[in-house]
């Protein structure tokens, strides 16, 4: 059965290694049948989550705070699958990604006991240099503590400049992992 899929792409280039491994990915899962949306959150006014408790009142929009959040949150909430796409900074994923992920919170509050929406997930990233431990760390605790369920991580090293993933063969298994998405 073809699923719903959204790519949450924390890269801020548009032309990088991180897009070249998501339009992959979008490629495979798109030639399985599924419905892919990305949003590349660079380009998104998204602020940053306030703690203020007051999220899951409005079905339209969860959070309080009205910016562009409010294009991700229809399609978050009716995606099977999320992709977390993100280079590397500091070993982990960007504060362009951590701050859209974030605000998903709102969605959870509205649920009595805060629970997350059950998803399936991928992690997808690219860096210049090859230490994912951290953000492996923080993934695998994510799945477990929100109880999603990861399909799967592509993980590019030694990719600096816009372009130096070519030829990589992380672009075929991103590939291949939105191809096996059914």
């Given at each position: 059965?073809?699923?719903?899929?959204?790519?949450?792409?924390?890269?801020?280039?548009?032309?990088?290694?991180?897009?070249?491994?998501?339009?992959?990915?979008?490629?495979?899962?798109?030639?399985?049948?599924?419905?892919?949306?990305?949003?590349?959150?660079?380009?998104?006014?998204?602020?940053?989550?306030?703690?203020?408790?007051?999220?899951?009142?409005?079905?339209?929009?969860?959070?309080?705070?009205?910016?562009?959040?409010?294009?991700?949150?229809?399609?978050?909430?009716?995606?099977?699958?999320?992709?977390?796409?993100?280079?590397?900074?500091?070993?982990?994923?960007?504060?362009?990604?951590?701050?859209?992920?974030?605000?998903?919170?709102?969605?959870?509050?509205?649920?009595?006991?805060?629970?997350?929406?059950?998803?399936?997930?991928?992690?997808?990233?690219?860096?210049?240099?090859?230490g994912f431990e951290e953000?492996?760390?923080?993934?695998?605790?994510?799945?477990?503590?929100i109880g999603w369920k990861?399909?799967?991580?592509?993980?590019?090293?030694?990719?600096?400049?816009?372009?130096?993933?070519?030829?990589?063969?992380?672009?075929?298994?991103?590939?291949?992992?939105?191809?096996?998405?059914?």
């Open positions: 059965m073809a699923k719903k899929i959204v790519i949450l792409n924390g890269s801020p280039r548009r032309n990088g290694n991180t897009s070249a491994l998501t339009a992959q990915f979008k490629k495979g899962a798109e030639e399985a049948g599924n419905t892919v949306t990305e949003f590349h959150l660079s380009s998104m006014n998204i602020h940053g989550c306030l703690g203020c408790w007051h999220g899951g009142q409005d079905t339209e929009c969860p959070c309080v705070q009205r910016d562009d959040m409010m294009q991700i949150y229809p399609v978050y909430q009716e995606a099977d699958v999320v992709v977390l796409a993100s280079p590397l900074y500091y070993w982990f994923i960007s504060g362009q990604l951590k701050t859209a992920f974030d605000r998903l919170f709102a969605v959870a509050e509205r649920d009595p006991n805060y629970r997350n929406p059950k998803k399936q997930s991928v992690l997808i990233m690219a860096a210049e240099g090859a953000s492996e760390h923080w993934y695998d605790h994510l799945e477990k503590h990861s399909l799967g991580k592509v993980l590019c090293g030694w990719v600096t400049q816009p372009g130096d993933i070519a030829g990589k063969p992380e672009l075929t298994r991103a590939y291949e992992l939105g191809r096996s998405i059914q």
